[in-house]
């Protein structure tokens, strides 16, 4: 089995206590190795006989799949040997097939496309700035910062964070675009549209409006003259107390409150949800999952092996926590404690395929809205017909391609305010991307959608 | 029947010269001749479970990406342009350094000097990036801090893309003129100190003896430098661009070249042999022209100095 991690210290302890439980049930062990993102796709190429790996949407599961680099998990297969997984319902197994072919098995646990600011609650007070309740309010309070803390940048992004602000930009106008991890796409789709028309995100007028104020943003000084250059992660300058803000999902807002509040509890670091309009989306489950190796010599065992990993509480809690009593205590109100230096920290060892929401988990410690922001992002939650639909771009890669290096070269620099003037930059891109091809790639996802939605 | 006589009497009479050049030979079979076979790849579409020889052909539409993306032009231009820089700059300081070197007199100066020049060689440009946006940096950079020291005004390098040739150009200088030059030092040691000492003796000065003596025997170590780096000519070199420019996007009008241009291309995409192997190509079969015709036209002026 390949996982793409880096590991864990105690992982091996893990491993043969899993091979001790394998052995007993499906009279098989399993021999797990970590690799790298970079090594994961070579290791595809180079035509390696494995049994399962790790896959996911944003690993480009689908492209990966209709290369052939997985085996068919046809429904025999499936029923006789993971029928726990054969009787899963159809939506969350959904994320898993690929032209109407099953490659993988979906997580069991479903992850909102929520974000959330994570701010200083020392400057709050100190400088009266009210609760954060829009991108404006977010904007008065970066303000405050950028006015009074000489030494800081106010949300110090860097170069890869143009997608933060396009994602906030989607987020909060109930956009999203089809077949694509993220708002980088120049055709989006309104939500509330219930013929799913696709349409160019630049011919908003709220696009418009978005941009100039990035750039009002930007010409005031709250993040640096050169972000595009910058290299420094946004959390890495937080706790080093170089920047206000981060903007982060739920999971990633409790990293940073965890390890902030120990560090510096008189920081007061609060968090507020960042969509503060809209309907809320989810991912598809396939944001993480497992396949069968296209050579695989042993499909049944890996399956009967993923079966108990998903759904068997031994299994799961093994692998995503470790042993009890020394990697994880549960406390009386059922969370979770991890001691101090954790071997086995949670999160680490690429077991990201099997996590299953029965049996994760709240970490104790969490910070204290969490429960409240989570209900929010269930209780906004609207199902989106097209969350599994990926496009299959083998005719029109070089079209995707150059559309994605335009975004970069173009649309995300506009997204951080760096452009002189916002309404010739749009056309300037707009012009771009239609000498790339951008009709015809919005020809054919509209095809695509239809023909999807017609087979679902 | 004579041919294969005299090959298998030359085999015979150099059997120790022939044992000594296997190993390089094999290296070449291994390491450049057997993968050249999977340019195909370039004209394919990868799939992982039929492998390079067996994935479907579709011609020559994973050249495509790169010739619409409308930047073929520019990013030929600015590689070609760097290039150019590099070796015109390059093969002067270079030159101009061995030369002092060798003219320098103090043993100690000489060997201090020459490994400070060497030692950046050894600096990845994963750091030099790192220190260049030290320095640069507008809010907090070393150079802008020491301009509002001095009551200046700050600059705000990054977002002035004109500049960069000339940074790029310098850090280059910076980091390779010690290596580089070992090779001149080389070939200025090898020279026949009989020539300077009649030059002595009929009291050329030391600028004469550069002119006269020591640059006209350098020639044919130039020449055959320059035609080596030529047919690299269409590469750009990855680490350096990408490392000083990274994905400023506002500086990539001046700084992109090919091989920036494609990795971010591709980076974002799922892996896909087929188009960076398209590109690739494209580079070398441009080099390996721009290769032969040179080695062809200095053959013709003069064919000593031809590489073959």
């Known amino acids: 089995m390949y996982l793409p991690s880096d590991g864990a210290p105690d992982a091996k302890r893990i491993h043969e206590e899993l091979n001790k439980l394998t052995l007993k049930d499906i009279n098989a062990t399993v021999n797990i190795t970590f690799l790298s993102n970079d090594a994961y796709n070579l290791m595809l190429s180079s035509g390696e006989k494995f049994d399962l790996i790790f896959a996911a949407n944003y690993m480009n599961y689908a492209d990966n799949a209709r290369r052939g680099a997985f085996k068919e998990i046809t429904p025999e297969l499936l029923n006789t040997y993971a029928p726990l997984s054969a009787k899963e319902s159809k939506d969350k197994l959904a994320g898993g097939y690929v032209n109407g072919k099953m490659y993988a098995l979906p997580t069991l646990s479903a992850s909102f496309n929520y974000s959330t600011y994570v701010v200083r609650g020392d400057l709050m007070k100190k400088y009266n700035v009210p609760d954060i309740k829009s991108i404006d309010d977010f904007g008065v309070y970066l303000d405050a910062v950028a006015k009074n803390e000489k030494n800081m940048i106010p949300f110090n992004i860097g170069k890869n964070d143009a997608w933060m602000l396009c994602s906030l930009y989607f987020g909060n106008y109930n956009l999203m675009a089809p077949g694509l991890p993220n708002c980088t796409s120049p055709i989006a789709i309104q939500k509330d549209d219930p013929a799913l028309k696709l349409q160019y995100t630049f011919d908003f007028p709220e696009t418009e409006q978005f941009l100039k104020k990035m750039k009002q943003w930007k010409d005031n000084g709250y993040w640096s003259k050169n972000a595009l250059s910058n290299t420094v992660g946004l959390n890495d300058s937080f706790k080093n107390g170089k920047n206000a803000a981060v903007l982060a999902s739920i999971p990633g807002a409790n990293n940073v409150y965890n390890e902030v509040s120990k560090s510096h509890p008189e920081w007061d670091v609060r968090i507020y949800p960042a969509f503060t309009q809209g309907s809320i989306d989810r991912y598809s489950y396939m944001a993480g999952g497992m396949a069968l190796g296209a050579k695989s010599e042993h499909p049944e065992r890996a399956l009967m092996l993923l079966d108990l990993l998903r759904y068997n509480e031994a299994y799961n809690m093994l692998t995503q926590y470790g042993i009890e009593g020394t990697h994880y205590t549960l406390n009386d109100k059922g969370d979770i404690v991890f001691p101090a230096d954790s071997k086995y920290p949670p999160n680490a060892a690429g077991t990201w395929g099997w996590t299953n929401e029965t049996y994760t988990k709240v970490f104790d410690g969490s910070f204290p809205n969490y429960a409240a922001l989570t209900e929010d992002a269930k209780k906004r939650y609207q199902p989106n017909p097209l969350v599994d639909f990926t496009i299959d771009a083998k005719e029109i890669s070089d079209i995707t391609t150059n559309l994605s290096n335009l975004f970069a070269q173009y649309a995300a620099p506009m997204y951080m305010g760096f452009i002189d003037d916002v309404d010739t930059g749009i056309q300037e891109y707009k012009d771009k991307i239609k000498q790339a091809g951008v009709d015809k790639y919005m020809e054919t996802a509209q095809a695509q959608i239809k023909a999807y939605l017609n087979t679902k | ?308």
């Open chain 2, 1 to 308: 029947m004579h041919r294969t006589n005299s090959l298998l009497t030359e085999l015979k009479k150099n059997k120790m010269l022939f044992l000594m050049l296997i190993p390089a030979v094999l290296y070449f079979i291994i390491f450049s001749y057997l993968p050249m076979g999977g340019i195909i790849v370039a004209f394919k579409y990868f799939e992982f479970d039929k492998g390079i020889f067996g994935s479907p052909w579709v011609g020559f539409k994973n050249f495509a990406f790169f010739f619409q993306s409308g930047q073929a032009w520019l990013l030929t231009k600015n590689t070609i342009l760097y290039n150019l820089a590099f070796i015109a700059a390059g093969m002067a300081v270079q030159v101009g350094v061995a030369i002092l070197f060798s003219e320098l007199k103090g043993r100690h100066i000489k060997k201090m000097m020459q490994s400070s020049l060497l030692l950046p060689y050894f600096i990845s440009w994963v750091v030099v990036g790192s220190f260049v946006f030290g320095i640069f940096n507008y809010e907090f950079g070393s150079l802008n801090t020491l301009l509002k020291g001095w009551g200046m005004s700050p600059v705000d390098v990054y977002g002035n893309p004109s500049i960069w040739f000339f940074i790029i150009v310098g850090f280059y200088l910076w980091k390779l003129v010690g290596y580089g030059s070992i090779v001149y030092l080389a070939a200025i040691m090898g020279i026949n100190p009989e020539l300077y000492e009649s030059a002595d003796l009929d009291g050329a000065n030391i600028f004469q003896k550069i002119r006269h003596i020591t640059l006209p025997l350098l020639k044919t170590t130039i020449i055959i430098m320059i035609l080596l780096q030529v047919g690299g000519i269409l590469r750009g070199n990855f680490d350096m661009f990408y490392q000083l420019v990274g994905n400023n996007s506002l500086l990539f009008n001046q700084t992109d070249v090919i091989d920036t241009f494609v990795f971010r291309a591709l980076n974002q995409q799922g892996l896909d042999l087929g188009m960076p192997a398209a590109v690739g190509l494209y580079q070398s079969a441009v080099g390996f022209i721009i290769i032969v015709s040179l080695n062809a036209l200095i053959k013709k002026i003069n064919p000593d100095y031809a590489l073959f």
